[in-house]
């Protein structure tokens, strides 16, 4: 009882209410348990322990075993329609568990998604250096490249051992700190860091900024890390059991995941941007941005003219076609950046919608078109959707919703609202400004 309790902020009072069934359904929905409403032991299995029940269904797995044409029906006759696989390595056993660009194809053709792992060892405290970080950052960003991963792939990191609050605090927080700046460096954004690891270790490194995503390690139900500890809001994956699935004689041991939808891995080749251009684009230069709002932003098919009833000077154009997808809240994406952005607010981008890699066009602000051709200037100076960034410009007025006049084009300041990396000028990860800065536009 004190677990649903501290699970759901509800007292308990014996009494199964419309309020209790309703709080019961979301928890359910948040660990992917069927929403039937009831406590009923599956329910209270996944609040007493790490692991829940082991005898649930999944549709999600990881495994050692390279997946090959005479037993990929093993997964697929089993239900299976997610697999985690090591980028490199051996197990104990010196075997081969290494993915490879023939294993990925045979998955894609099966419809069997994929979510990349990365694992040294890392399964001991001492391993946890800034040296040893840098080596796997450096090694997964390489097999990612070799295997051509698709933009915004999820690399899970793992930390496949228990450890106390303070060594998460002195060994893990930098470990990661490190991997993180280098990955981003090498992969300038192309591929997200994720984590594996107890429910305290993966919601800690997540909160520092160094992953976006949970693959938590649930089957170590002893792991003090795991014992009362709430499950990371963003986990993907939840690891429950280890077992042994079989189709027309051939088997597979695998660990079954929990899955939330919240990431569904990859389902394709590397991504060539240059399909994404046509002779009439005129573009200028790439840049990798990251939706820093707190809503989705749509991507639309096409753009198109749109005959403007007061600005005549210029070209205007408006997003159009069918809505492809949307780039989720923090989510990285390519910005194709214009030669001449003038009188021209829809902007190409390349994005993964969690699903598949996609391009299509933004609508470069959020508000309605300008009503007046100095307006419509003004706006297109700034050509980047300067609303995603977590800035607020210091002298701007939000109740008289005016800029201060005082100012001069290089003295523009923004304060920053969240959390946001930074790089230098040639593209290496610096940092992270915290809430509270200030920076200039020069």
Known sequence: ????????????SGVINTSLQNLIKKFQEFSALEQTGKADSRTWASLLTSCGDTSRPAIACDCATIITDDNVEVLKNNGYKYVGRYLSGYVGNGV???LSTEELQILFNNGIRVFPIHQGSANYSAYFTEE??????????EYAEKLHLQFGAIIYFAVDCDLMDYQITSLILPYFKKLYSTFMTKSRGKYRVGVYGTRNLCTRVCNAGYACSS???NISTGWSGNLGFKMPDNWALDQFTTTKISSNGRTIEIDKDGFSGQYEGISQEYFEFDNCYDERDDIGSSFIFINRSETPLPVYSLKEHYNHPIVTAGSQFVTAGEKIGEIKPNDFYVFIGLKDPAYDTIHRVIFNDGKDTKYGFINGYPDEPPISETDNRKR???HKPLYHEPFSRVNFNPETKKYFTDTSQNSIEFQINKPVVFFDTIGNYEGTLKEGDKVNKL
């Open 132 to 141: 040893n970080a840098v080596k796997d950052a450096e090694s997964a960003y």
């Open 380 to 382: 297109n100076y700034y």
């Open 215 to 217: 693959f938590v390690g």
């Open 96 to 98: 081969n568990k290494a």
């Open 1 to 12: 009882m004190n677990g649903f309790e501290e699970e759901t902020g509800f007292k308990i």
